[in-house]
């Protein structure tokens, strides 16, 4: 899955993005000609050539690029590509994967905000997507009214995991001892808003501590240094670390989940380790921008309820901790709904903790 950047079709500015947040974000137009270079700038780029009429009569007639925030072989990008492939065959279309790293995943956000909404430019985002509103106070888009919702892909769990040379053995160790070397302990994540950063919050909140936190470009980059031993633990979505825990590679304490992960029946979850505050599972969606049409929009939310029950996407979720989402929740009303809530929940709790990105 740790793939290479894809190439594909670039993104493209539309006229309604507004010139004050356009300024107040100038390096979004600088990102979007760096990958409209990278692409080559296919005939997606051409709304009236490819698809143009935008419904779904003409709907898609030219490669659709899906941008990911995060690097590549990340667990956001592995969702990405598993679920690109059925959704590519059911359009007709090929499907490419950009990656397009930063801020938390607010460039690749921006960048899809102003792009053409003609059904070829498609953001995955996943819980990042309800926080960066309270994280960046001038985040130049508002995930509700900038972004039509595509449909819920899976809600995946999250480990806590340290490299191999760390002390603590169980959960209840690790409590312990970050409380006794709280000045001393590193704790990996990918960056402000990033699900290992809001995953560390709460563990930090419930066992009442602050440590040094060593941000990443993705959790790829992060899990890589953490097997290595140059960071002490993390948390992070079994679809990154299923692989590195039943290797032996890492350490597992936990699993953010009621229940355990039936391809990790060794690893306890946090409640069996007496930290039942810390339950959290990173939700993944996809996105248009505002204006696309709603038939597009249907297009693209028909093929990811196919995607969703191809069994080579059921079968390697299963392998990774994950399942797809049930189809009533792959849908715009039910992801839409679901942001909401959560930008709701979580506005409350980053505040409290006093982080915000500039």
Request: hydrophobic share 40%; net charge negative; with cysteine.
């Amino acid at each position: 899955m740790g793939q290479d950047h894809a190439t594909g079709a670039g993104v493209r500015p539309r006229a309604r993005w507004s010139p004050t947040r356009h300024r107040a974000w100038g390096f979004l137009a600088a990102g979007a000609l760096v990958l409209s270079a990278c692409t080559g700038g296919s005939d997606a780029s051409s709304g009236a050539d490819g698809g143009g009429d935008g419904g779904a009569d003409g709907y898609p007639n030219a490669t659709i690029t899906i941008v990911v925030p995060f690097s590549a072989g990340g667990p956001t990008d592995t969702v990405t590509r598993l679920i690109a492939e059925p959704m590519s065959a059911e359009l007709g279309q090929q499907i490419v994967v950009q990656n397009v790293e930063g801020a938390g995943g607010t460039v690749a956000a921006g960048e899809v905000a102003a792009a053409e909404p003609d059904g070829y430019t498609v953001l995955m985002h996943h819980i990042g997507m309800s926080t960066a509103p309270t994280l960046y106070p001038d985040l130049p888009y508002d995930p509700l009214e900038d972004f039509k919702t595509i449909g819920l892909v899976t809600e995946v769990p999250m480990t806590i995991i340290a490299n191999n040379d760390f002390e603590p053995n169980t959960l209840e160790e690790l409590v312990a001892y970050v409380t006794e070397n709280e000045d001393t302990v590193t704790y990996a994540n990918a960056g402000i808003g990033a699900a290992s950063h809001l995953c560390g919050l709460l563990f930090q909140s419930a066992v009442g501590v602050t440590l040094t936190e060593v941000p990443y470009e993705g959790t790829g980059p992060a899990l890589t240094d953490l097997v290595g031993g140059q960071v002490d633990f993390m948390c992070d979505q079994t679809t990154n670390t299923t692989g590195q825990i039943q290797a032996g590679e890492v350490k597992a304490y936990a699993v953010t989940t009621p229940e355990r992960v039936a391809n990790l029946p060794d690893v306890p979850t946090t409640e069996e380790g007496g930290l039942a505050e810390v339950q959290f599972g990173v939700w993944h969606g996809l996105y248009v921008p505002a204006e696309t049409p709603d038939d597009v929009v249907a297009a693209l939310t028909a093929a990811l309820q196919v995607a969703l029950k191809d069994q080579n996407v059921i079968d390697q979720l299963a392998d990774l901790g994950a399942a797809p989402v049930a189809e009533d929740r792959a849908t715009p009303e039910a992801h839409t709904e679901l942001l909401q809530s959560q930008i709701d929940l979580w506005r409350p709790i980053i505040e409290e903790a006093g982080v915000t990105a500039s």
